[in-house]
């Protein structure tokens, strides 16, 4: 079996993680790399009613169901494909549909809070950290959750001081000591993402697992 790398990629709400999921990918050979989503695998919380789910707190490391993470990423470092869910924003609740993954060389996880569970940073090989400030984030957040998410500009700023930012500074930002890499900028950080995949490279070619370094 081939080697493959886990890259994990953690950071704060709408600090940019994707963006950097990005151009990685657009790095290396897109048809190598298998991108799955935190944000996918919320808990099922369709029993439930409406009102009852819009006031769960979605940024707790209990919102996410860990075990089926594991699980897909286990089995896309075997080589095999998954069904990764498809959450539905608007009501809180997962689709009914789901998206074919195939594994790839490079296997990369993105979310809030992947570098704050242990069983998830026992899989990964790279483990990045997306650093942004606070209102840069609030900024974008707010933008994406009411352009593409059809919320409203009350309901994002009430959740982002119950629950948003609480969690944070309880959970998001300690996972930031855990990084291999903690990258400014996000994606715009150019110096960054040619150094982690070269590092990619040579891991895949058999060397050693990456120390701890910060990019600035």
């Not at 081939?2 to 993680?17: D, F, P």
């Not at 490391?61 to 069904?83: N, T, W």
């Not at 933008?143 to 119950?162: M, W």
């Amino acid at each position: 079996m081939s080697r493959r790398v886990v890259i994990g990629i953690a950071g704060g709400t709408a600090s940019g993680k994707t963006l950097v999921a990005e151009r990685l990918m657009d790095a290396l050979e897109p048809r190598g790399v298998a991108m799955i989503k935190q944000d996918s695998y919320y808990r099922d919380l369709s029993g439930m009613t409406s009102e009852q789910r819009a006031q769960q707190n979605f940024d707790h490391p209990d919102a996410f169901d860990i075990a089926q993470i594991v699980e897909h990423i286990e089995a896309l470092v075997r080589g095999e494909s998954i069904e990764e869910p498809i959450y539905d924003f608007t009501r809180h609740m997962p689709s009914p549909h789901t998206r074919t993954i195939e594994a790839g060389r490079v296997i990369v996880l993105e979310g809030i809070l992947v570098l704050a569970e242990p069983k998830l940073r026992d899989l990964m090989d790279i483990k990045l950290f997306v650093d942004a400030d606070p209102d840069i984030r609030l900024v974008r957040r707010l933008r994406r959750d009411v352009e593409e998410r059809g919320r409203t500009v009350r309901s994002v700023l009430e959740q982002y001081e119950s629950s948003v930012r609480p969690m944070h500074l309880q959970f998001i930002e300690p996972s930031k000591r855990y990084a291999d890499v903690i990258i400014p900028e996000g994606g715009h950080n150019h110096v960054a993402i040619d150094l982690i995949r070269t590092k990619i490279a040579s891991i895949l070619l058999g060397a050693s697992s990456p120390g701890k370094e910060s990019v600035t």
